[in-house]
């Protein structure tokens, strides 16, 4: 059985501080892709990154970066110099055996505040 | 190139009344995905549609929800009847024939009364 954990239900922080969401994995797959996505006030969900289980190098893409560790099972995202306009609830997902369908996690609800 | 497109974007109902919702998928979109969303948690996957055929409907409740994909393209999901606990975010999402990454749409926000 695939499962997501994601403990920070909500984090709060003033703008420019950096944060950093957590994401804790658990598969039986050898092959499987993790995946971030923000899901802003307007309800749709934004495909941030997807990473596949072969690939462990960490990912910076502007003020976002991906830690991605096998050893701790963990995939965290870390928002760097944070604005307001990254306030949203942020998923990590996780899917395997074949199947790009991931298994989304309960989200993380970051507020940042001006 | 246009999005996922569903509507109505939201919906409330009274508990026994029916609904249903409808979704346009990216053009090219081979594989279309309906969601559940209940507030507070992560999206739950309802049923997935390859091309009009179904690959996956083990987590839709058959015996109020159904959905089908006519011509393979606009997809439409039901409720009949409709109970307290439906009250979700209904998502849809297509991919493209690699799959990977989906494209979701905007939700439809269902509120039962």
């Known amino acids: 059985a695939q499962k997501v954990t994601q403990a920070q239900t909500e984090i709060s922080v003033v703008e420019k501080e950096d944060v950093t969401l957590d994401c804790v994995y658990e598969?039986?797959?050898?092959?499987?892709?993790l995946f971030w996505y923000k899901q802003p006030p307007s309800g749709e969900l934004v495909f941030l990154i997807r990473?596949?289980?072969?690939?462990?190098q960490n990912e910076i893409s502007g003020r976002y970066s991906w830690n991605f560790q096998k050893s701790t099972s963990s995939f965290n995202f870390t928002i760097t110099a944070s604005q307001v306009v990254d306030s949203a609830v942020y998923f990590c997902?996780?899917?395997?055996?074949?199947?790009?369908?991931?298994?989304f996690g309960r989200g993380t609800s970051l507020i940042v505040h001006p | 190139e246009a999005g996922v497109a569903q509507s109505p974007r939201y919906k409330i109902i009274e508990k026994r009344q029916s609904v249903a919702f409808w979704c346009n998928p990216i053009s090219g979109h081979a594989t279309l995905y309906w969601y559940q969303q209940i507030l507070g948690q992560g999206p739950k996957l309802l049923i997935q549609f390859q091309n009009n055929g179904v690959v996956d409907d083990s987590q839709l409740p058959k015996d109020r929800f159904s959905a089908e994909r006519l011509k393979g393209v606009d997809s439409t999901l039901k409720i009949q009847p409709a109970k307290l606990e439906d009250s979700a975010v209904y998502l849809c999402a297509s991919s493209s024939p690699r799959g990977g990454g989906y494209t979701f749409g905007s939700g439809t926000r269902l509120t039962v009364v």
């Open positions: 990473r596949n289980s072969f690939d462990e």
């Open positions: 598969t039986r797959d050898t092959t499987y892709y």
């Open positions: 997902a996780l899917s395997g055996g074949g199947s790009y369908i991931p298994t």
